[in-house]
């Protein structure tokens, strides 16, 4: 079997400290859930399932019939239960996955790309995005790894068990990845940046 690989967007929290639904934020007039799937558009993936949990309903009607919607009933218990419930749901065809944030606003097609290049060099290894002084995702998973992955609970993700597999890590140095969204005014200086910069915000590579 080849290297079959869906992306896994993970989009099930509350948000409290945005104080809105963060997943439908204006990104120069889309949803920020739109503006993730935009960078996932055109790669080699067998499909894309987003997790959704808080405000599942307002969100899904944004969301293109191209992608599958996982409903994480144990959203609120944290990042790793919702993880761990995109895990369960992958079909027994798929033998890697790509897990990703909704509010990793700064990656760009591009970056997705090298990490899928990186693990067709490398299918037996986890790849995972260097962001210079740490870790994380986006990550790709192999399907031996999925087990451990579906038991994640609480706040914990994907970080800690990354470093329990530091040996079979291949690193993609990744910079865009060190940006999150976790306030309103983190997306205002976001996108204030990115026009001073004169780099549209909905630009895809």
Request: aromatic share 4%; proline share 4%; with cysteine.
């Amino acid at each position: 079997m080849g290297i079959n690989t869906a992306a896994l967007v993970l989009a099930a929290g509350q948000a409290s400290r945005f104080g809105a639904i963060k997943q439908l934020a204006n990104l120069n007039g889309l949803p920020m859930i739109i503006h993730a799937l935009a960078r996932l558009e055109g790669l080699s993936l067998q499909a894309v399932y987003v997790v959704l949990g808080a405000n599942d309903e307002a969100i899904q009607v944004h969301l293109p019939a191209t992608v599958t919607v996982v409903h994480a009933p144990d959203w609120g218990r944290g990042m790793g239960h919702s993880l761990a419930c995109g895990i369960e749901q992958l079909p027994d065809d798929i033998n890697h996955v790509l897990v990703t944030l909704c509010d990793q606003v700064a990656i760009e097609q591009g970056d997705y790309q090298r990490l899928l290049q990186r693990s067709h060099q490398h299918p037996e290894k986890i790849i995972a995005s260097d962001y210079g002084q740490r870790m994380g995702v986006p990550a790709i998973f192999c399907r031996s790894d999925f087990c451990a992955l579906t038991k994640l609970s609480g706040d914990k993700g994907a970080r800690d068990y990354l470093q329990q597999q530091i040996a079979r890590l291949q690193l993609v140095f990744m910079p865009n990845a060190r940006t999150d969204i976790d306030t309103q005014d983190d997306l205002i200086q976001w996108q204030e940046n990115r026009q001073r910069s004169g780099h549209d915000p909905l630009q895809t590579e």
